[in-house]
């Protein structure tokens, strides 16, 4: 059975979750109140209507419950700004506590009923006397959410090794899963602290590039193997997966040449990959 789905991103995540449109017209861009398991939140749509099958969900689709209004999501701002001026103090009990946590970030929930506290942790950590001292300074509702390191850079912004904004803080995806295999792909170094980002993990650019190069492999002889070219028969030395180039080496006697050709430009027997 296939059915309609939007795609919805919270201002806490990175994640995209699916919703029921719920018949109302929404674009890119829209904020707008869903249904979760936690209660109403505020959401901004990603996707637009897309057509899924029902066998493709996790979880029951909750529904896409109006669009949010100019004013609501000013006030969301606002709120958030109002629950960031406990950081400094969120900071200094979390000290005094002597508890083996970073706070990252305090947030305010959509309506102000609740503000929540992401941190991150080693290990698991016991914060039930902080919850209370916590509740007493704010005068609400708090929510401690420990997060992983990516979400720590995507919340405090920041610059990768190329210079430019980390790929986590411009929403391109989702990369949680990013692995030595994808760099080995792209030629890169496998020297884990050379393709790190500031959260110390793997580089999000890493995944977010390694479709391009998945498919430029799929169609590129293997280093070391024989190809036909204009010039005669050699072996394949290097391959520039972008551009889609082989560089390849003539023997003869004992001169060596290495020539370079578009792939359109060789022939080769092709391997299952």
Same mark, same amino acid.
């Given at each position: 059975m296939q059915i309609e789905v939007v795609g919805v991103k919270f201002k806490s995540s990175n994640h995209v979750y *699916?919703? &029921?449109?719920?018949?109302? +017209?929404?674009?890119?861009? &829209?904020?707008? #109140? =869903?249904?979760?398991? +936690?209660? @109403?939140?505020?959401? !901004?749509? =990603?996707?637009?209507?897309?057509?899924?099958?029902?066998?493709d969900l996790v979880s029951p689709l909750k529904?896409?419950?109006?669009?949010? *209004?100019?004013?609501?999501?000013e006030k969301a701002e606002k709120y958030? /700004? /109002?629950?960031?001026?406990?950081?400094?103090?969120?900071? +200094?009990?979390?000290?005094d506590a002597k508890l083996e946590m970073k706070v990252v970030k305090v947030? $305010? *929930?959509?309506?102000?009923?609740?503000?929540?506290? %992401?941190? @991150? $942790?080693?290990?698991?950590?016991?914060?039930?006397?902080?919850?209370?001292?916590l509740a007493e300074l704010m005068k609400k509702r708090v929510e401690l959410r420990q997060i992983g390191s990516r979400d720590e850079v995507r919340m405090l912004?920041?610059?990768?090794? !190329?210079?430019?904004? !980390?790929?986590?803080?411009? %929403?391109?995806g989702e990369f949680?899963?990013?692995?030595?295999k994808m760099a080995k792909n792209q030629n890169l170094s496998l020297n884990p602290a050379s393709i790190s980002g500031l959260c110390g993990k793997l580089m999000c650019c890493i995944a977010y590039e390694n479709s391009t190069y998945q498919e430029s492999i799929k169609v590129m002889p293997k280093v070391g193997s024989s190809v036909s070219t204009k010039d005669g028969s050699g072996n394949v030395v290097? %391959?520039? #997966?972008?551009?889609?180039?082989?560089?390849?080496?003539?023997?003869?006697?004992? &001169?060596?040449?290495?020539?370079?050709?578009?792939? /359109? /430009?060789?022939?080769?027997?092709?391997?299952?990959?």
């Amino acid at each position: 059975m296939q059915i309609e789905v939007v795609g919805v991103k919270f201002k806490s995540s990175n994640h995209v979750y *699916s919703f &029921d449109p719920n018949d109302l +017209k929404l674009k890119n861009g &829209d904020y707008v #109140l =869903v249904d979760t398991e +936690k209660g @109403t939140d505020l959401g !901004c749509i =990603v996707k637009e209507k897309d057509v899924i099958n029902s066998e493709d969900l996790v979880s029951p689709l909750k529904k896409v419950l109006k669009v949010a *209004s100019k004013e609501m999501v000013e006030k969301a701002e606002k709120y958030d /700004e /109002e629950a960031n001026k406990f950081y400094p103090q969120v900071k +200094k009990l979390v000290k005094d506590a002597k508890l083996e946590m970073k706070v990252v970030k305090v947030e $305010a *929930s959509y309506d102000n009923s609740r503000y929540i506290v %992401n941190f @991150t $942790a080693e290990n698991r950590v016991d914060f039930r006397d902080l919850v209370k001292k916590l509740a007493e300074l704010m005068k609400k509702r708090v929510e401690l959410r420990q997060i992983g390191s990516r979400d720590e850079v995507r919340m405090l912004g920041g610059f990768g090794p !190329c210079g430019k904004i !980390c790929c986590c803080v411009q %929403n391109f995806g989702e990369f949680d899963h990013v692995s030595m295999k994808m760099a080995k792909n792209q030629n890169l170094s496998l020297n884990p602290a050379s393709i790190s980002g500031l959260c110390g993990k793997l580089m999000c650019c890493i995944a977010y590039e390694n479709s391009t190069y998945q498919e430029s492999i799929k169609v590129m002889p293997k280093v070391g193997s024989s190809v036909s070219t204009k010039d005669g028969s050699g072996n394949v030395v290097y %391959n520039n #997966l972008l551009d889609r180039e082989v560089d390849v080496k003539f023997v003869k006697g004992d &001169d060596v040449e290495i020539k370079t050709y578009k792939l /359109e /430009e060789i022939s080769f027997k092709k391997e299952n990959k």
